[in-house]
């Protein structure tokens, strides 16, 4: 009897035990069905925020880009915006910036085109402008040494990858959104228009300094009473007195270099070759991308032989004097990937690419009026490349662009004069690198606040703000 006891006991604790494993099971079992339903919806939120960011950058059948050309007549946005067009030109002709920054903004408040239209014909306004001011500049002499104020070696190094820089940034413009283009160019602007500025206070006081010694050289010979002549800061080899070409023409004839005028040409025509090539084929495929691919060979061949030249010595940066023969791999692969990144910025943006060459090759030492010459003269194939390739996406009205093309020739003969004698008259050639600082930070401005207020509008209306398919893009 007590042996059955002891046996129900030990039956009972199994039974017990069982029955605890059992709840202590079901227990867990719903804790992690519990946790796994909360990770799902938990994953399922994550999931949908991730669908919802997708389908705000691209939706392949969707399109936020409209034409808005308005009609060609006389009346005051016609009045008010060639005014702002003009000053425009001869400002950024001056600088070297091209004045894109400007034409943009104007075109699109002023006239009423859209964004993207007004890209296109803003690089037809800095097309008229640098041919403009390159004319006036290939009967001018380098302000302290015996060349063309144009320095070829210069803008061969820079050109073909300007080229290149331009055909892919046309083609993000047609696939980024205003808002993405927008951010960029506040942060752009902002800091290559500071480091302009400071680039100019430095050349500043160099020229103060400069006009003190003349005039104490004045006080010496007992001429204290005289007007302090002009003299261009040192530039040349060995720290010679420099020249004073300040006031100085030649014929154009002898101040082009024909071999790297050239090498220019056969970029800029291989690159019209293409585009026009490209125009025939169907949007995306072999063959247009076969075509495009080929423009690479021919700009960075180009700018490789250029830098290797460089390199070995065998050409010069000649507008830095002695400093402009020695040349490490690393300066140089830089100096071309800026020109590319301002050739895409510029594209992209309807700019002419100044607004980073004018401040890099202030960097690089090259005295301002050269800068701004050089410039200018890269911008002239880079931007008629341009303009070639929004014509043929139909991305502007002829009439309007002639116009405004005229306007900003004109504009930038007249700037490039007045300027030249004020540097005479002042005897400060900072004066380009202030109006260079002065374009960028007001197309900062301007550009910025035309992009910010176009993106409210989109949000407000709950309009499409990602990126275009290119492949599905008609003119």
Not at 3 to 31: C, H, Y
Not at 62 to 76: A, K, L, T
Not at 467 to 475: D, M, Q, S, V, W
Request: glycine fraction near 10%; hydrophobic fraction near 50%; charge should be neutral.
């Amino acid at each position: 009897m007590e042996q059955f006891g002891v046996k129900r006991r030990v039956l009972r604790s199994i039974l017990l035990d069982f029955l605890n494993f059992a709840l202590a099971f079901m227990l867990v079992s719903a804790e992690r069905s519990l946790k796994h339903g909360e990770s799902a919806r938990e994953s399922e939120t994550n999931n949908n925020y991730f669908l919802k960011a997708i389908n705000f950058l691209w939706q392949s059948d969707q399109s936020g880009y409209n034409h808005v050309w308005p009609e060609m007549e006389f009346n005051w946005q016609i009045v008010v915006g060639s005014i702002i067009g003009f000053f425009g030109a001869a400002f950024g002709g001056v600088g070297g910036v091209g004045g894109g920054g400007i034409f943009v903004p104007m075109l699109s408040l002023i006239i009423g085109f859209d964004a993207k239209s007004s890209t296109a014909i803003s690089k037809c306004m800095i097309m008229g402008g640098a041919i403009s001011a390159v004319y006036f500049n290939l009967k001018l002499r380098h302000p302290t040494l015996d060349m063309p104020i144009i320095d070829y070696d210069l803008a061969l190094l820079i050109q073909p990858m300007l080229m290149l820089g331009i055909s892919i940034g046309v083609a993000f413009n047609v696939i980024f959104a205003d808002w993405m283009v927008t951010v960029l160019l506040i942060i752009l602007f902002i800091v290559t228009s500071t480091k302009a500025f400071f680039k100019g206070v430095e050349t500043w006081k160099k020229e103060t300094l400069v006009k003190k010694e003349a005039a104490r050289c004045l006080a010496s010979n007992d001429s204290g009473d005289e007007d302090v002549e002009y003299k261009p800061l040192p530039s040349g080899p060995n720290g010679d007195p420099p020249q004073d070409n300040t006031d100085k023409e030649v014929p154009v004839w002898e101040n082009i270099c024909w071999k790297e005028l050239g090498l220019l040409c056969f970029v800029w025509v291989a690159f019209l070759v293409l585009q026009i090539a490209k125009n025939h084929t169907a949007t995306c495929s072999a063959a247009y991308w076969v075509l495009n691919l080929l423009q690479i060979p021919v700009s960075v061949g180009v700018s490789l032989y250029e830098a290797v030249s460089l390199y070995k010595g065998r050409r010069v940066i000649a507008s830095k004097g002695d400093q402009g023969t020695n040349w490490r791999v690393l300066q140089l692969v830089t100096y071309c990937a800026f020109g590319g990144l301002a050739g895409i910025v510029g594209g992209l943006l309807g700019l002419g690419g100044g607004f980073i060459m004018g401040p890099l090759f202030l960097e690089l030492g090259i005295p301002p009026q050269v800068s701004s010459a050089t410039a200018t003269f890269a911008m002239t194939f880079s931007s008629s490349m341009s303009v070639v390739e929004y014509y043929l996406l139909k991305r502007f009205p002829v009439p309007y662009a002639l116009y405004f093309t005229a306007v900003a020739a004109i504009a930038a003969l007249i700037g490039q004069y007045i300027v030249r004698r004020l540097i005479i008259v002042f005897g400060r050639a900072s004066l380009i690198i202030f109006i260079l600082a002065f374009t960028i930070f007001v197309s900062a401005i301007s550009l910025g606040g035309v992009g910010i207020a176009n993106m409210i509008v989109k949000i407000e209306h709950k309009e499409y703000m990602g990126f275009e398919n290119l492949c599905k893009y008609e003119g």
